[in-house]
């Protein structure tokens, strides 16, 4: 069976369909202010300064006897105590064990939609992965 001679598609600055910008009329004045990346809102000063940008959401089974656990990470380093409270309230919250550590929580389980949500609701920046 032959082969179908592939047809190119124009792309040079005289061709009409890929000379429109549609980001052209915006400038960088027309966004709102970004919130401070390194505070959490929503709760007041009760978890200090406790991020270091976004907060990454994880899924692990990794060295755990084929055991699921959903990691926190992205903590900043030296705030094993804020972290800790934090911990708790998850703990609490979900109804489920878990350890904190000074730049990770760990839960037992799959708990990743759950923890998201609590911690977007309480200001967080998350992101699953």
């Known amino acids: 069976m032959a082969r179908r001679k592939r047809r190119r598609i124009e792309s ?5 369909s890929f000379a429109v910008d549609p980001f052209e009329s915006l400038s ?31 899924l692990d089974r990794k060295g755990r006897a084929g055991k ?33 550590h000074d730049d990770a929580v760990e839960l037992q389980g799959d708990q990743r939609e759950k923890v998201a949500a609590w911690l977007r609701h309480r200001g967080f920046t998350v992101a699953l992965g």
């Not at 027309?30 to 959401?57: H, N």
């Not at 708790?88 to 489920?96: D, F, K, P, V, Y």
């Open 12 to 16: 040079t600055k005289e061709s009409t």
């Open 28 to 58: 960088v004045n027309d966004f709102p202010a970004l919130p401070d990346p390194v505070t959490a809102t929503g709760t007041g000063d009760k978890y200090e300064k406790i991020l270091f940008g976004r907060l990454r959401v994880l």
């Open 68 to 100: 699921t656990v959903t990691v926190i990470c992205g903590f900043e380093a030296g705030r094993g105590t804020a972290v800790a409270q934090l911990a708790q309230e998850l703990r609490r919250e979900l109804g489920t064990g878990g350890t904190a």
